[in-house]
């Protein structure tokens, strides 16, 4: 009877300290899942941050090509704008 007793009284303390690991390792595991989404919500947002940046660049490198290209065209239109007067003139002329 002492002996079933012994091993009763020690196999609740076995429980409670089981009890006491699986509560120690959910809370590990809790905090893990906690540093992992912290770190994935950082990652996620350096990431939107690099990429904003990026197209940022693009659309300003987009605007200068846009800009050259329609200072070339008012350039072209000017010297053809010129070209005809001068050609109006001579016909004038003659």
Do not use: G, P
């Not at 490198?61 to 065209?73: A, D, F, G, L, N």
């Amino acid at each position: 009877m002492d002996q079933l007793e012994s091993q009763k009284i020690n196999n609740n303390n076995s429980n409670s300290n089981n009890t006491s690991n699986k509560y120690q390792q959910l809370q590990q595991h809790r905090a893990t899942h906690l540093k992992l989404t912290r770190d994935y919500k950082w990652v996620e947002q350096k990431f939107k941050n690099v990429q904003l940046d990026a197209k940022q660049k693009w659309n300003m490198v987009e605007m200068e090509k846009r800009r050259v290209v329609e200072e070339e065209q008012r350039k072209s239109l000017e010297y053809s704008t010129e070209q005809m007067q001068m050609q109006l003139k001579n016909d004038v002329r003659f």
